[in-house]
């Protein structure tokens, strides 16, 4: 008799085996990385965080030359080098042109404009580095010199003249791409090094390697220089050269570099285009008559504001003379200022001795023409012969009238600006200046720049134009440069044209300055 079955319970087979708890096999610990690969994490980390730290000082710069020498210190710094020389030259050939340099005098940077091959600025940088696209300065071939990429570096003889041991040079492009190899090579022997060369003799003799990959030029888009920017070295007192690593990172900083001064390069060509323009629309000399002589002084500010002077020959041997202002500033100013004192000339010819009669008619035109503005200006019609002026005012700074027995303001203030009121109208005033007097033309960014209040101003521009020595006062040239000296102490007297200019507020803030002197003999 079989056996009977197994009873069921719950629709469980009891004769099948129970189920046993199951579980995932527990995966065995990762194995730790090896101590060098975390050597090498850890030493990636602190390269990556230097980077970062010099790209932020890089970008904060505003200024073309501050950038080039940020530049030199941040390379320096990476590569381990003592000194450095960078070679500003756009490809496309509309500059700035520049070289600066690091730890290195006026001396060093002028014994490499001797060195064969560096024709331009920057020349004796780039002869050196492989074009876009691979090619190479033809001018340069010196085989015995080149590298193990057949680079003819003419950096090492710039390296040579100026008695380093070894230099390492990187070219300035934003648009990286394949392309040949880049020199990194040692100065050559003094043997080795250009006929007639001059300063340290070189520690040692290098050998020609070459490392790492220079980028190839794309163009730029519209606006922006295409190409190469120019090129930076760097050198070192001993015979060495930088490792893999710091090679990468040189790298990775100067494409960041020239995509900061692609930038700058653009602000600073605008700015060039906008100061040419301002310039051409004031006068490019003064007018010579008999019985007074003229000087001016003139510091535009940043920003290219609506000041404007001006100094005209008129019929029957009299002279014209004025200065004014335009609100706003920026190069839409600069062309309604242009506008306004071409017609001031014109009506200055039809009925300049009638100075109301001219200010009326400016301020017609500016109505018609620049309803949104209002400006300043002010007219005098001199008869230098007979020493007679008959000026008219529209919300200009008062002139001012000196000589060895008086110094005093000219009262032309009862009057509002161009453009202000529905229908302009102000009085003439009619000064005499006496033999060896002088009038005194200016603008309120001259008392601006003293950064005091305008009472304050006032008081210094009178004390500086009553403290004249008498030498001075004889001299119209003389006698602006004592006044900008007086009102401005410490800063130099005669600045070159388009200077940022005298005084606390020379800076980003700085309004435009004028100051015209007449002297009547």
Known sequence: MSSPHPPKVAEIDSSLPAPTQTADPISPPLAAPEPGVQDRLAGWVSDLTTLHELTERLVHTSTLDDALRELLRAGAALVGAQRGLVAL??????????????????????????????SAPGGHLLDGLPEPGGKRRAEVTHPDIAGEAGLPPLHRAVAARLGFAASYAVPLDPFPGPGPGLAIVPAPAAEDASPGAGGRTPPGAGQGAAQGSAPAGVPGAAGVPAGRLGAVAWLYDEPAEPEEHQRHLVALYCRYAAAHLIRLIELTRARATVATVREELLPTRLPRLPGVRLAVRHRPGPRGGGDWYDALALPDGALGLSVGAVTGSGPSTIVATGRLRA??????????????????DL???????????????????????????????????????????????????????????????????????????????????????????????????????????????????????????????????????????????????????????????
Not at 365 to 373: F, G, K, N, S
Not at 436 to 462: I, K, Q, S, V
């Open 89 to 118: 030259e756009p490809a496309d050939g509309q500059g700035p042109v520049t070289t600066v340099g690091l730890g290195l005098g006026r001396a060093d940077l002028g014994q490499i404009e001797t060195i064969p091959g560096s």
């Open 343 to 360: 017609s001031l000339r014109a009506y200055a010819v039809m009925e300049g001795e009638d100075p109301v009669a001219v200010l009326s």
């Open 363 to 521: 301020e017609l035109l500016l109505r018609l023409t620049e309803p949104a503005r209002s400006a300043t200006a002010l007219f005098a019609y001199c008869e230098p012969g007979v020493r007679r002026v008959l000026l008219a005012g529209a919300g200009h700074c008062p002139p001012l009238i000196t000589g060895e027995r008086r110094t005093e303001f000219v009262e032309t203030t009862l009057s509002a600006p161009l453009g202000m009121l529905s229908c302009w109208e102000a009085p003439s005033v009619e000064i005499e200046p006496g033999c060896g007097e002088t009038l005194l033309f200016y603008n309120d960014g001259l008392l601006h720049r003293t950064g005091e209040p305008m009472d304050r101003a006032f008081a210094r521009l009178h004390a500086a134009a009553a403290g004249a020595p008498r030498a001075v006062r004889a001299d119209p040239d003389a006698f602006a440069d004592h006044v900008l000296l007086a009102m401005f102490p410490g800063a130099p007297g005669d600045q070159a044209e388009g200077d940022a200019g005298p005084g606390p507020d020379a800076g980003d803030g700085a309004e435009d300055l004028v100051l015209l002197v007449a002297h009547f003999d």
